[in-house]
């Protein structure tokens, strides 16, 4: 169907496009699987927060190492090895169903997911002309939020205490294999090594640097214990995927509105506003205690509508004060520092669920906001602001790890950086 309704120049790359959607639509699903399971299970709130940071752990590092490991084996070897595992870790996690075991799974897991998509993306910056480059990646970016979506869904047609939800997880990923194994696509080059220069990240915005550490923080909270919370307030498993895919749904519709709000003014009052009124949802389903699945349903969307936009914004801020020649190194290391704040966010989330209430996990999203608005105010009466000619184009970006740095070469921006 999709091959009907792309032009013809968007046909090489079909196929890549289709195993991209199967790859995220199994991790949507595992992803919100594990922490229902484990909940279900009575496994420690410490063992649930430890499964995001795992997961967030292993997808820096695969990230970091996955472009030596092509370039010995080259990218279809490397693809299969990856799409496999990452079935035999569904199977495994719906087969051993031990905390500790999970913990180990979910780290391999983050770093098979990191594998795979920088293999695909490669494929796609290779076959992808540069006439088409902006809609490829605006595509890319939607078929990446829809296929989430999707996965996450999935979870209220099964039953999570038995294995039929994780036996879906694992065809998924063997799926993902198929277009991209037959594929007549030539294979790429070989992927470029990723370097973290935090000294000159912070030189060249000190603001994005701590604001994605900070949005991390929250994402990486919230993407691992919001499934936690939603389950011991008793709000039934359809209601926890509906939340969180409607978090994922606001945050990618508002992308564009806020992201033309940051090209008029200046982009620090958006981050500052963006940020305290994400915290005041935050800290407003802290102070009500919602029960009923719906308030809480719109509330999140809320939530998700200001919280997901942000990233996006900061990553913009430091590419308007960076080089023309720098934007992937720049973007790509705010991506894993971004990474090494989702691995905090479960961590302190787990400790506060453990010692409070569950709506205790807001208490961390709405501090990491808060800290955020005010680092952002700070900036704006230190420096002066920038021209509107010295901006760069807004591009949205997915307020999650879930993004490698291959896939800000697919960004228009990198080919004209490139000149």
Known sequence: MLGYLLPRAFRPILSLLRGTGLLVAASGLHGLLLPLRGQAEGFSTASLGLLGTAWAGGYVAGCLLTPRLVRRVGHVRAFGTFAATGAIIALLTGLVINQYVWIVLRTISGFVMAGTSMVVESWLNEKTTNNIRGTVFGLYMVLRYASVIAGQMIVALGDVRDTSLFMVAAMLFCFALIPTAVSSAATPKPLEDIALDLKGLYATSSLALIGCFLIGIASGAWGTLGVVYGARIGIGNAGIALMTSMVVLAGAMFQFPVGRLSDLTDRRYVLAAGAVGAAAFALLVFVLQPRSAA????????????????????????????????????????????????????????VVMADMRPESLFLVIALAHVLLAAYALLRISRSARLSQAAKSAFRAMPAEPAVTPETLRLDPRTERSAR
Do not use: C, H, W
Not at 305 to 325: I, K
């Open 295 to 350: 308030l809480l349903i719109v509330t999140m969307a809320a939530y998700g509508a200001l919280a997901n936009t942000l990233y996006s914004v900061a990553a913009a801020r430091a590419n308007d004060q960076a080089r023309s020649d720098e934007f992937v190194k720049v973007s790509g290391g705010l991506l894993l520092f971004f990474g090494f704040g989702t691995m905090v966010g479960p961590v302190l989330g787990a």
